[in-house]
C-alpha cells in the first residue's frame, strides 16, 4: 500500500490536471486505461486513482491525497464493494459516508461532474441490489449522475467503437469542444469485459 501511495503522488506531479479520475477498489485498480483509450479513441484525460480495500468511510482521505491534486472535471466514484458488509448491518452509516464524500468533493471542487456507478451484480445478490438502490437515491438526492452497470447486458465492443467513433467524428461533439458523456466513458471503462 505505502509503494502505491508514494507511486501516485509520483504521478500526480507529472500529471496534466484537469481530467477525468476514477476513485474504486480492487477490481477498478485493474481497468486498462491505455488500451482502452488507444482502442476507442479516447482524448480524455483519464486517470485511474483506485486501491484494494478502499471504504467509503476511508474514501475522503483518499480523495484529498490522490485526486484533488489533480484538480479534476470529472470523479466516477464506484465504491461500496468493500462495504457490503458494513452495508447489511449499517446502511444508513454507508448512506452517510458517502453523501459526506460527495459534499466534500462539492466543497473541494465546484464546477466537477460527479459520476456514482453502480456495483455489477452477476449473482442477483439482494444486498448488493439493494446497495445499488441506496446509490441511486444518493444521487439522486445530491443531484450528481448515476450510472447503472449492475444488469447483466451484451456489450458488442466492436458495435459500440463504431457507434462511438460515428457520432464524435460527424461533429456532434468536438467543434463544442464538450467531453465525451460519463454513460459512453462508463461503458468504455467498466464494462469492457
Not at 37 to 64: I, W
Not at 127 to 137: D, R, S, T, W
Request: charge should be negative; charged fraction near 25%; aromatic fraction near 10%.
Amino acid at each position: 500500500m505505502d509503494f502505491e501511495n508514494k507511486t501516485y503522488q509520483t504521478l500526480n506531479e507529472l500529471a496534466e490536471k484537469g481530467g477525468t479520475v476514477i476513485l474504486g477498489g480492487a477490481a477498478d485498480k485493474k481497468i486498462p486505461l491505455c488500451e482502452l483509450k488507444q482502442a476507442f479513441n479516447l482524448e480524455e484525460t483519464l486517470y485511474n486513482r483506485s486501491f484494494a480495500g478502499l471504504s467509503v468511510a476511508d474514501a475522503v482521505a483518499a480523495y484529498d491525497t490522490f485526486v484533488a491534486p489533480l484538480k479534476p472535471v470529472c470523479i466516477l466514484l464506484h465504491l461500496g464493494a468493500d462495504d457490503v458488509t458494513s452495508f447489511e448491518s449499517d446502511a444508513s452509516a454507508f448512506d452517510n459516508a458517502y453523501r459526506s464524500l460527495i459534499q466534500h468533493i462539492k466543497a473541494s471542487v465546484s464546477k466537477c461532474t460527479i459520476g456514482i456507478i453502480t456495483l455489477k451484480n452477476p449473482e442477483n445478490s439482494p444486498v448488493v441490489a439493494e446497495l445499488n438502490k441506496h446509490l441511486k437515491y444518493i444521487a439522486e438526492s445530491e443531484r450528481v449522475d448515476f450510472e447503472d452497470i449492475s444488469v447483466n447486458r451484451v456489450w458488442n465492443p466492436k458495435e459500440t467503437k463504431e457507434v462511438v467513433s460515428f457520432v464524435y467524428s460527424t461533429g456532434f461533439v468536438h467543434p463544442l469542444k464538450r467531453q465525451r458523456s460519463i454513460y459512453d466513458l462508463v461503458k468504455i471503462l467498466f464494462c469492457y469485459n
